[in-house]
């Protein structure tokens, strides 16, 4: 559902493309607000952890099927020869700009997976360590509807690039949590990045598609390629990190911030490929 979700806008959307689909996407956000909190009550509530999944199922299929019943394409079905993969293999920036996401992918979600630990092993608060996850999610609300906004005037590109950069800073920020006040501001500023990035990915990739009908292909293979980032990222850093008893940060947080900002020099030389295309700095 997450693929067509977004490809639909772009059928319905031109000026307003990238908003519309960082609109779509605070659902996810939202999502990661909710679920948390109700997990944790239901859990260690009367309800118990049987029924609680079973509530989050039932709520997530009511959420399905309204979905389904909104989701309306604009276009007719594609008519013609069968998309050429080929092609699409051969653009060099698309897939450039396709490695750039993997490598950001990579190491993009270790603090949603292991902030709550890190702030639980640094003996900082527990009640703040399940919050973490929470306070990303709400950022992320923003993180995903502002930058994008400011995508539609200002070009995809030129905003995707500073936010994967910001993104790969922050990573390294980690090495400097030391309280409470360095945790949230963290949770904060990282929720907004990632949730830019997360958000600003699906329109700047149906920029290089050559034309509307194809968005949807250039999509799905560019979620398809960087799909195996969110399969490998976090187990390698996990992995890197070890056990609670020994556990060491700064391997995967070295990894995570490597990885985002080599992801964000390819997202570089993917722009400078795409205007000298179009002969614009506008992209």
Avoid: E
């Amino acid at each position: 559902m997450f693929l067509p979700a977004l490809s639909i806008q772009a059928h319905h959307w031109k000026k307003r493309r990238a908003l519309a689909m960082g609109i779509v996407l605070t659902g996810s956000s939202f999502g990661g607000i909710i679920h948390p909190i109700m997990h944790n009550q239901l859990f260690h509530g009367k309800t118990g952890f049987p029924w609680g999944v079973r509530a989050s199922a039932f709520l997530i299929l009511g959420l399905l099927v309204i979905a389904n019943c909104l989701m309306t394409t604009r276009l007719p079905p594609r008519q013609g020869p069968k998309p050429n993969f080929g092609a699409i293999f051969r653009d060099v920036p698309y897939m450039i700009a396709s490695l750039a996401v993997f490598f950001v992918l990579w190491g993009l979600y270790f603090p949603y997976f292991y902030l709550q630990l890190f702030v639980d092993l640094h003996g900082l608060s527990r009640t703040l360590a399940f919050y973490t996850l929470a306070i990303m999610n709400a950022a992320s609300v923003f993180g995903r509807t502002i930058p994008n906004l400011l995508a539609d005037h200002f070009g995809k590109f030129n905003i995707f690039v500073p936010i994967c950069f910001m993104t790969g800073v922050l990573i390294w920020a980690m090495f400097g949590i030391a309280n409470t006040a360095g945790v949230i501001v963290f949770s904060i500023l990282y929720g907004f990045a990632s949730g830019a990035f997360v958000s600003l990915v699906p329109p700047t990739m149906a920029t290089l598609a050559p034309d509307i009908t194809q968005i949807g292909i250039y999509m799905g293979v560019g979620f398809f390629l960087t799909s195996f980032a969110n399969l490998t990222g976090t187990p390698i850093s996990g992995a890197l990190l070890g056990d609670n008893t020994h556990a060491t940060w700064f391997k995967p947080i070295i990894f995570s911030g490597v990885t985002i900002l080599v992801g964000t020099v390819a997202m570089v030389i993917c722009r400078a490929m795409v205007v000298k295309r179009r002969g614009t700095q506008f992209v």
